[in-house]
């Protein structure tokens, strides 16, 4: 019996881009590709600096067998929409076509554009299509971070009218057309998958239906597990890290700013944040000066590392004792909270969306209230106060799946979108529908 073919289409390589969606989805394509009975091929979206091959939108670019980049550039960033669809049929379905598919994942559409999904059911209709979403673009045009632009406050529910409030020069009613135009095309994929289940709320909230989708926990590729770091007598687990972006919706200005008003006696010595992140010069300059005024307050406090690489994280969370996601924004199912957990780390972090959801109170980590310095002042000094706290969170951490069982998880879906392919109502295994790891 051959192997059931699996394609995963993403906005983006893990070769030219570190995004979370972009990891979590080559994850699968891996975890897929070792399971016994299917074969992964893996589409990527790309775009300037690369430049395409000729006359073709597909290359290779030396990545591995059964990869594939498709360049997509001419794209209508509010309504998601590729404007070049004589080129999308010419090499993006032909591709399709040539490959016979059993199941199409999408973990993306950003770049590629929303008519894909259409392009796919029009070419193959008799095969599954299964749509990944991993933030809120489809919902806000803000970035997808449900954040309004006055302000960055908390957005809880998406309505043309409140989006016409955070955009008034294009107004309520092209906000409509925007919903219903992207919501035509999503509703012709069979089947959702969500890494959160706050995100299915948001999504079931904006009209998609609840019967529809599945939660499934994005997994990781192992690297090796960093021990506890080493304390000296007496000493205090006082290492703070903060990995990601240095934008304003990941709240690292929130947390300096904390870190600078701990009191010296909670403090310690030997105390520290260590920032692994970057791109602070791309930022508004308005942020910067923020973010750099409250550097400049915390003092030696502060320590920065540069950017990196998941395979970096063993070497670098080997000095770390306590991981903080300050995000004001609400997340989905953030990759750092897989990555601390893995290793054994308590997390701090804001009380909202993915966050709320994957960290516990008082269990695995530490919430203060979303975007308040204060609060995250008063967690710092317990976490660094509070005696054999660190250990007993750290004891009832679980450890987060692994690519391997993601992709378990996923073929236990996309065995039953195939096996009810055009016969109606699909019947899901109970595996299939666990909502914990």
Not at 216 to 239: D, H, Q
Request: aromatic share 10%; with cysteine; net charge neutral.
């Amino acid at each position: 019996m051959s192997n059931k073919r699996v394609l995963i289409i993403s906005h983006g390589h893990p070769a030219f881009s570190l995004g979370g969606a972009e990891v979590a989805s080559y994850n699968l394509h891996q975890g897929l590709h070792d399971l016994p009975g299917w074969e992964s091929h893996y589409l990527a979206r790309t775009s300037p600096p690369v430049t395409p091959h000729g006359s073709s939108a597909l290359m290779a670019l030396r990545q591995k067998e059964r990869e594939v980049l498709y360049y997509a550039n001419d794209y209508d960033h509010f309504r998601l929409s590729n404007r070049n669809l004589p080129g999308l049929e010419k090499d993006f379905v032909r591709y399709v076509r040539d490959l016979q598919p059993d199941v199409v994942n999408f973990h993306h559409f950003l770049g590629l554009g929303i008519e894909t999904i259409q392009a796919i059911r029009q070419a193959l209709p008799r095969v599954p299509i299964v749509v990944t979403f991993h933030e809120y673009l489809s919902i806000c045009h803000h970035h997808g971070q449900m954040v309004k632009t006055s302000r960055n406050t908390l957005c809880y529910r998406a309505s043309p009218a409140d989006c016409a409030g955070c955009f008034p020069h294009i107004g309520e009613a092209q906000f409509f057309k925007r919903e219903l135009f992207l919501k035509t095309f999503l509703e012709q994929a069979d089947f959702y998958v969500s890494p959160s289940n706050f995100l299915i709320d948001r999504y079931v909230d904006w009209g998609l239906p609840r019967e529809k989708f599945r939660m499934i926990e994005n997994g990781l590729t192992v690297e090796g597990i960093a021990p506890p770091r080493p304390l000296a007598r007496g000493g205090k687990r006082n290492r703070f890290a903060f990995f990601g972006q240095l934008t304003e919706f990941k709240g690292a200005h929130v947390l300096v700013e904390a870190i600078g008003r701990v009191s010296e006696k909670a403090w310690g010595e030997d105390g520290a944040l260590m920032i692994f992140g970057g791109n602070l010069e791309r930022q508004p300059e308005a942020y910067q000066k923020k973010f750099n005024e409250a550097v400049e307050r915390a003092g030696d406090r502060v320590r920065f590392y540069g950017s990196y690489r998941s395979a970096e994280l063993p070497g670098l969370m080997k000095d770390v004792d306590w991981v903080v996601m300050p995000s004001i924004w609400w997340e989905n199912s953030p990759v750092v909270i897989q990555e601390a957990f893995l290793h054994g780390r308590p997390i701090i972090s804001s009380n909202i969306g993915g966050m709320g959801e994957k960290v516990t109170h008082g269990v695995d980590g530490l919430h203060f209230r979303n975007a308040s310095v204060e609060d995250l002042v008063d967690r710092l000094t317990e976490a660094l106060t509070t005696p054999d706290l660190w250990d007993r969170l750290r004891m009832r951490i679980r450890r987060p799946i692994d690519r391997a069982e993601c992709a378990r998880r996923h073929a236990d879906v996309f065995d039953a979108l195939i096996a009810n392919a055009g016969g109606g109502a699909v019947s899901m295994p109970e595996r299939a529908v666990a909502q914990k790891p």
